[in-house]
């Protein structure tokens, strides 16, 4: 999402020692070296820092060059690098979905989408609070061909109810939040 990455370098406590360390690293797409991050490393061996600039599609590998700590640089030379797959995100155009009445009886409506781009493949819907609702999250449903089908509890008071859609792809991009309301 967005133009970063988080990389985790993995050692053991006598190969990688827990401190602060500064990461220098270079990308290949957009090409660009001598790059550095903050990393803190714990008792494991185990320090993550943050590759920016990735803003091209395709895959770009990052290659970490030397760890500096207080007093000390170690240049790295093998198993060094990581290609991170960098993917575009879905979108859709939400059409508007259809109102229902007041029911003691569950229900549903549909929220119609069109001109998807970059595959969307799956789907997840959150619920603002307010009003107050029973409404149930969705997690990474498969997204089918047009429309969603939104459930409505039973007994859901009249009024206007705001959902957050997310959409997720094969490449493991997520799309913006889209806000939609029932």
């Not at 990735?54 to 198993?79: A, E, F, M, P, W």
């Not at 001109?115 to 990474?140: D, E, H, K, Q, R």
């Not at 449903?141 to 997720?168: E, K």
Request: contains cysteine; hydrophobic residues 35%.
């Amino acid at each position: 999402i967005g133009t970063s990455s988080q990389i985790q370098l993995t050692g053991t406590s006598t190969t990688l020692p827990a401190g602060t360390y500064t990461v220098t690293y270079s990308r290949s797409s957009p090409a660009l070296s001598g790059l550095t991050a903050a990393m803190t490393v714990g008792s494991n061996g185990i320090g993550v820092f943050t590759a920016v600039g990735l803003n091209v599609l395709g895959t770009s590998r990052i290659t970490v060059t030397s760890l500096t700590s207080v007093d000390c640089v170690s240049t790295i030379s093998t198993n060094n690098f990581v290609d991170v797959l960098v993917g575009a995100q879905p979108t859709v155009t939400l059409g508007a979905t259809t109102a229902v009445c007041e029911s003691s009886n569950a229900q549903s409506t549909t929220l119609p989408y069109s001109g998807a781009t970059n595959s969307p493949t799956s789907y997840s819907i959150t619920w603002n609070a307010s009003p107050t609702n029973n409404f149930l999250p969705v997690t990474n449903a498969t997204l089918t061909a047009s429309p969603i089908s939104i459930s409505i509890p039973a007994n859901t008071p009249a009024g206007t109810y705001t959902g957050n859609l997310t959409l997720g792809n094969a490449a493991g991009c997520t799309s913006t939040v889209y806000n939609f309301t029932v």
